[in-house]
């Protein structure tokens, strides 16, 4: 009889022991946080950006040959529409303003929550509203945004995404910054009012798209003056890049960040949000699993000593609705001392 009640007071004991660790682990700490800024375009607009399609169908057969464009159309690049959003201000300004810009990879996913794959965009341009409101940027340092898409449900190879292909560092993956580079810039250059110079030109992605940015700021450092990288996928041949062509990065704003596991702060299994307005995979482990590429990136930009900002938000998720809780941090990075 003493026996049963030790063990019954053990039990007791554990309970709320194991409780505490398992609610740790199976949800978040803050179940129902929302991301703070706004949803949409805000104070701004949307344009599309005039035949960005048949520029980019252009762009993708100047650079096959003409032998291999049967094979090549099915792990090319492909022809897609561009939005541009202008910042709060931009038809009432004077004609001798103009303004930076800012390239998006993944750009469906940047804006509005109804236009992304996961019913969560990053509410960039809601975020540049608010730090404009805050006077945390200038209304001139707000930028001009360039949302290029992915191609979504597009598959190569069955269970193989176009996008992997095209944000890939392959010569396919290059082909593509170079299209955005040599093509879709000297577009939007010449259809609205910015600042062309790469001092005032960046660029933005997220996971795969986050190496896209990398990739574009190491390619032509002649166009782009920096590059943020959200939870980025870094591959072995970028970081090859990274050691081989330091010094292309010694001038420009570089931005990483990322969530994942550390010490006694584990991402959570389940995030009911994530799953409303329909189901998504939340990906709660791949920022961790991201980490080493990560490390071994700033490892690499430490030695060369290059500079730049890297943010960790322990227990932070791989989806759209974690980014959207940090977005002004690079935005800010990027765009809050350019004068």
Not at 21 to 31: A, E, M
């Amino acid at each position: 009889m003493k026996a049963r009640k030790t063990k019954r007071g053990l039990v007791l004991l554990l309970i709320p022991l194991f409780a505490s660790v398992g609610s740790s682990f199976l949800f978040p700490s803050s179940p129902f946080e929302q991301p703070i800024f706004a949803n949409g375009p805000c104070d701004g607009t949307l344009q599309e950006l005039d035949q960005s399609t048949r520029a980019f169908e252009e762009a993708i057969l100047d650079r096959i040959p003409r032998f291999a464009k049967r094979a090549a159309q099915f792990i090319a690049p492909v022809p897609r529409k561009v939005t541009v959003w202008l910042p709060p201000g931009y038809h009432n300004s004077s004609l001798a303003q103009s303004y930076p810009v800012l390239y998006c990879h993944d750009g469906q996913n940047v804006v509005s929550d109804s236009e992304s794959w996961t019913g969560h965009s990053w509410r960039l341009t809601g975020a540049l509203c608010s730090l404009v409101r805050r006077n945390l940027l200038e209304p001139h340092q707000c930028p001009i945004v360039v949302l290029i898409p992915s191609s979504v449900d597009d598959y190569v190879v069955p269970f193989v995404r176009r996008r992997h292909v095209e944000y890939e560092s392959s010569l396919l993956g290059q082909t593509y910054v170079d299209i955005v580079a040599n093509t879709i810039k000297p577009m939007v250059d010449s259809q609205f009012r910015t600042l062309s110079s790469p001092e005032h030109t960046m660029t933005i992605g997220s996971s795969m798209g986050g190496q896209v940015a990398l990739q574009s700021a190491l390619r032509h450092p002649d166009k782009f003056g920096g590059a943020a990288a959200l939870s980025p996928f870094i591959s072995a041949s970028v970081l090859a890049d990274l050691a081989l062509m330091p010094a292309k990065l010694r001038s420009k704003k570089i931005y990483i960040d990322n969530g994942g596991d550390i010490d006694d702060i584990r991402v959570p299994l389940l995030d009911v949000l994530d799953h409303i307005p329909h189901w998504n995979p939340g990906y709660f482990w791949l920022d961790t699993q991201l980490q080493p590429g990560i490390d071994a990136a700033r490892a690499i930009l430490d030695f060369h000593r290059v500079p730049y900002k890297y943010a960790k938000f322990p227990g932070g998720r791989h989806n759209e609705r974690a980014w959207a809780m940090r977005i002004d941090k690079p935005l800010l990075y990027l765009f809050g001392d350019m004068e």
